[in-house]
């Protein structure tokens, strides 16, 4: 037998209980168990965390800095990993992004939409994104404000080398449980109303929303993906 590492035996536990914690809340808010998936947010951590948190069973990985996605990316022990960007993308990074990740959680202006749906066009590929909206209306947060979303739903099909799946928040910083739970709840009623309009081929499926303090309260409020990394990481 195979000795597990100090590293792996933390991780495998760390990960545990957010899944027993993820199960609790899907079954609470009365969803199926398949109806949310986590991404590991590996910002924090190097390439041996990364590898090992890969090897307890998160395949999906998430950074929110471009340039560190795409160092992790190319190494080939995390060959196996389906990355999610989650941060802020500039639009100079685009190019060397898309090639490497399965979706963008974090399209936040009509801009980087345009640029990402040329470039992606050129690659031969149609990116999956999700558009962040600031539903807490924090000025420092990126994301479409609620209305500007609304104004941008009939536009959407001029992209077609973009697979526009769902939205994605972050709860106010202040606040605690109870403001998070109006911020996702509010992502949640915007997609449902865009959802009656949508044109067509255009699904909002997907609500990413909930990070290590509050995916709880986001899985109750209907998230599909939820972003975890300090609580994963914690006492590594
Ligand atoms: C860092 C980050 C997370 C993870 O936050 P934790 O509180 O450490 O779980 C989730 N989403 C985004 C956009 C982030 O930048």
Redesign the pocket.
Known sequence: MWAMSKLEQQLAGNLSSICEQMARAVESAGRSAASVQL?A?T??VGLRETAAILAAGCETL?E?RPQQLCEKAVEPQLAAARWHL??HLQRNKVRRTLPLVELI??VDSLRLLKTINDISGELGLTQRVLLEVNCSGEAEKHGFAPEKFKRLLPELPAFPHVKVCGL?T?AAREGGETVAAKNFSALRQLRDEAMRECPPGISLAEL?MG???D?EVAIREGATWV???????DGV
């Open positions: 991404v947010v910002k924090y998430g929110s989650i941060g959680h974090s994605m972050m990413s990070m290590s303090h995916f972003r975890v990394g300090s609580l994963l990481f």
